[in-house]
């Protein structure tokens, strides 16, 4: 996903648009050229990616700059003292996967700083009825919306905050949900390329519902849920607590811990709207992840979730903030894992830079303007280290292929180049079919096919 996202970003950078396609097993989206994540979010890295320019890290640095402004919208909105950032920051700091994920290519950094500034906004909206922060809650709930179809939940933090004194602000904010909601439907479908089959979100429980079959979807969905759960307890919970199951003990901790503070403040007649919400999106988006998505993609969903409950917790509840610390620290132990933090190998990136050159010498003499001319396939499972992508010039596509889709001959494969391993099925396959070998490295070659078939 790192090396997808960065290339893609990258082609924006260089030219506005990628020249050729992102896809999967040589698919690409019906308008555009972008993988299953669609534009909207290569288009919003690409705004900090101007400053921090083109490069391996270009999304770290990005991330970076998405936490840094989620954290002062949140900081300004909610007034949080130095003390409780401390508590804040240190309660980030023992979840880990949050801060992990801050400090690496994926796109979780722009999500966390959607949910910080729309709690921010909604804090200071229930102080102030206030235009800025409404416009800040309205946008930072639409940017979430548009990248992730669960956080549609999110709007309710500010249309609550504003539907007993601002109504028409809130009904506005309702339309501006419903609309952002069909975008990311238009995005997905339209212009978005298909992800692997069996791969991606499930909609089979919709499809049932409109095609007027409300039982059959709700037991497929309740058949569906018992099999993601059992999926996560065996692979990723109960062998070896892998990140999966840490994420998501990591939840269910902060769950408790705002049930309680709800309860206990509400005998007290303190605030606990927030804390309300934050549990009915938690549930909600819990239910979400188990009927439309994969187990094994639950890690980053539920570590967004626990950066919404933190930021609650350590905003409305005062006495208790302490104990949500706590709590995030006794699970520090089983939270830290160094993971695949970047490490630099010499031998690596100078195989890097001959596939870089080599394609770039090949694209300038290519003259055409059609997109699979400025495609690689990359032969995913064929035991070549996927960084390797990173000698993707900027400006080009890539292709995921498996390697098994390859090496079939019955595949067609669209893409002008193809990177492979060396004495494999689909080193095979390319030759038979007359391709020619562009570059080769002691880890990979990359071949090109030159006449169209």
């Known amino acids: 996903d790192e090396v997808m996202y960065n290339r893609q970003v990258a082609g924006i950078l260089a030219g506005g648009m990628p020249d050729g396609y992102f896809g999967y097993n040589e698919t690409h989206a019906a308008i555009g050229r972008?993988?299953?994540?669609?534009?909207?979010?290569?288009?919003?890295?690409?705004?900090?990616?101007?400053?921090?320019?083109?490069?391996?890290?270009?999304?770290?640095?990005?991330?970076?700059?998405?936490?840094?402004?989620?954290?002062?919208?949140?900081?300004?909105?909610?007034?949080?003292?130095w003390k409780r950032q401390l508590v804040f920051a240190a309660a980030f700091f023992c979840l880990w996967f949050p801060l992990r994920q801050t400090f690496s290519g994926m796109s979780e950094g722009l999500q966390y700083c959607?949910?910080?500034?729309?709690?921010?906004?909604?804090?200071?909206?229930?102080?102030?009825?206030?235009?800025?922060?409404?416009?800040?809650?309205?946008?930072?709930?639409?940017?979430?919306?548009?990248?992730?179809?669960?956080?549609?939940?999110f709007w309710i933090f500010p249309i609550t905050a504003l539907w007993k004194s601002r109504r028409s602000w809130a009904w506005t904010g309702i339309v501006l949900a419903v609309l952002s909601?069909?975008?990311?439907?238009?995005?997905?479908?339209?212009?978005?390329?298909?992800?692997?089959?069996?791969?991606?979100?499930?909609?089979?429980?919709?499809?049932?519902?409109?095609?007027?079959?409300?039982?059959?979807?709700?037991?497929?969905?309740?058949?569906?849920?018992?099999?993601?759960?059992?999926?996560l307890w065996e692979l990723y919970?109960?062998?070896?607590?892998?990140?999966?199951?840490?994420?998501?003990?990591?939840?269910?901790?902060?769950?408790?811990?705002?049930?309680?503070?709800?309860?206990?403040?509400?005998?007290?007649?303190?605030?606990?709207?927030?804390?309300?919400?934050?549990?009915?999106?938690?549930?909600?988006?819990?239910?979400?992840?188990?009927?439309?998505?994969?187990?094994?993609?639950?890690?980053?969903?539920?570590?967004l979730l626990d950066v919404l409950?933190?930021?609650?917790?350590?905003?409305?509840?005062?006495g208790y903030t302490l104990t949500s610390l706590l709590v995030s620290f006794l699970m520090l132990p089983i939270s830290f894992d160094r993971g695949t933090l970047p490490t630099y190998r010499a031998d690596m990136d100078e195989q890097i830079q001959i596939v870089n050159q080599a394609l770039q010498k090949s694209q300038t003499e290519e003259k055409t303007t059609t997109p699979w001319d400025h495609t690689l396939a990359y032969a995913y499972a064929d035991g070549v280290f996927h960084g390797y992508l990173y000698g993707?010039?900027?400006?080009?596509?890539?292709?995921?292929?498996?390697?098994?889709?390859?090496?079939?001959?019955?595949?067609?494969?669209?893409?002008?180049?193809?990177?492979?391993?060396?004495?494999?099925?689909?080193?095979?396959?390319?030759?038979?079919?007359?391709w020619q070998e562009l570059v080769s490295t002691d880890n990979l070659v990359v071949y090109e096919q030159r006449n169209e078939k």
């Open 237 to 303: 919970i109960h062998p070896v607590l892998q990140d999966q199951g840490r994420t998501f003990f990591s939840t269910c901790a902060l769950l408790v811990i705002a049930a309680v503070c709800l309860v206990l403040d509400h005998r007290k007649k303190r605030p606990v709207i927030l804390k309300a919400l934050v549990l009915l999106c938690t549930i909600v988006s819990t239910i979400m992840l188990f009927t439309l998505y994969d187990a094994g993609a639950f890690q980053r969903q539920f570590a």
């Open 181 to 231: 909601a069909v975008g990311y439907f238009v995005v997905s479908v339209w212009f978005s390329s298909p992800y692997f089959a069996g791969g991606g979100i499930d909609y089979t429980g919709l499809d049932l519902l409109a095609q007027g079959s409300p039982i059959e979807a709700f037991f497929y969905e309740v058949g569906r849920m018992q099999e993601e759960f059992q999926e």
């Open 34 to 81: 972008f993988s299953v994540w669609g534009p909207v979010l290569m288009y919003l890295y690409a705004l900090p990616g101007t400053l921090v320019g083109v490069g391996v890290n270009t999304l770290v640095w990005c991330n970076v700059f998405f936490v840094v402004l989620g954290w002062a919208f949140f900081v300004k909105g909610t007034r949080l003292t």
């Open 114 to 153: 959607c949910a910080l500034a729309i709690i921010g906004a909604s804090a200071a909206l229930q102080r102030k009825k206030c235009l800025s922060w409404f416009v800040i809650a309205v946008v930072f709930c639409a940017i979430t919306t548009l990248t992730r179809a669960y956080t549609l939940l």
């Open 392 to 434: 993707v010039p900027a400006g080009m596509g890539i292709q995921f292929d498996f390697n098994t889709y390859i090496a079939d001959p019955a595949n067609p494969v669209h893409s002008r180049y193809a990177m492979v391993g060396h004495g494999t099925d689909a080193e095979a396959r390319l030759l038979a079919d007359g």
């Open 309 to 318: 409950l933190l930021s609650v917790l350590v905003y409305e509840n005062r």
